[in-house]
């Protein structure tokens, strides 16, 4: 068991020199989010009235076909006649989809070789990084990243300098922001005429475009959106502003607020609102999918 575990010595190719002491803390990292993704569980499914852990057991049998339909099925048969609504089916997906993830990020082959930077320990960490995404209140989400980041640092490369974090903040980080990658994605494509709809899907998210503004000054075009997303079988649901810049439909720019940060209803709404605004997080044509 110590090749899955610590420093045991074994190991496969690799420098003479190399060590495998990243195995001890990586494994301490996944053990302390998995309790901290695992209590949030508990709390809602206690609260729903559910089995939580025979639930999760049995969300294999959802996995083939993890339609809305066979999905809502399958949570009927364990509700005992308790009814939940839209909201709820979809909190109690997302968790189910976090407790799926992390048992993913223990699998064994992210252990088995050289080096925390292998391509196998990456995968874990991504599933680890989605199981936080989905499985951790809003509100809990950074300082769990924060103390999880903190728990990798520990866990040292043998390349390079880097540790369990650093590659963590490489590798998994900016996708953590799929939501908004795929919103940007969204609204270029409606800025520069690939879609004349306001209903899209991308990578099995719908999206919902709802104009806001659009200027044009010469070659020079801004179009400003609401987009409200949504995926049905992770039960993800968010809603975003997005800016779209470009420049006779090229060189493409663009910006992204939480919606809070926009008056939908105000008529005045500048680009200067999103484009100046510290929250906002600026996209190009490079960080789309």
Known sequence: MGRWTRDCGCKTGGEHSWRQTWRSPLRHALHKLQLKVDAQ???VTSAAGLDGWKLRNDYVKVMEDPS????????????????FSEKESFMIRKLLEAQ????????SCGWFFNDISGIETIQNLAYAGRALQMGIPAPLCSDTEKDFLNDLSLAPSNIGGDTGKSLFEKNVVPYLR???IICFTAAVEKS????????????KYDIILHRLLSIEKGLLSYNGFLADLENSLTGEQSRWAV?????NKAEVQGWILPVEAINAESNSVEAETWTQDPAAVSFTLADIF
Do not use: C, N, W
């Open 41 to 43: 569980y508990e709390t």
């Open 243 to 247: 800016l779209v810049s470009h420049r």
């Open 192 to 203: 520069v005429g690939l879609h004349r709809a306001d209903h899209l899907r991308q990578f």
């Open 68 to 83: 809305p339909h066979k999905f809502i099925g399958f949570l009927s048969e364990h509700a005992k006649g308790m009814h």
């Open 100 to 107: 799926k993830f992390m048992m993913y990020s223990f699998t």
């Open 178 to 180: 799929h939501e908004q």
